[in-house]
């Protein structure tokens, strides 16, 4: 199932006439992109997980800890920080 589900995603994001190769969808994890030939359910889970992980400490770390300082009336500088909402929620 998971084969076949890779497949659908990957005919529907194929352009028309070619050159299939500038639409992917790739998922971020704690240690960086990773290119398989081919991806397991196993590795998606794994990515699930590390991305989880990162959800739950880039809010913990940037977000609450900002509005912490905020709520105090320290100064800060804001720190702009990647929200991996989207991936968690298509993989969900």
Known sequence: IFKWLV?????SL?????AS???????LDIFGFESFECNSFEQLCINYCNEKLQQHFNNHIFGMEQDLYMKEGLKLEYIEYTNNNNVVKAIE
Do not use: A, R
């Open 7 to 11: 497949k659908n995603i990957n005919d």
């Open 14 to 18: 194929e352009k028309k006439g070619g």
């Open 21 to 27: 190769d500038t639409n992917f969808i790739s998922v």
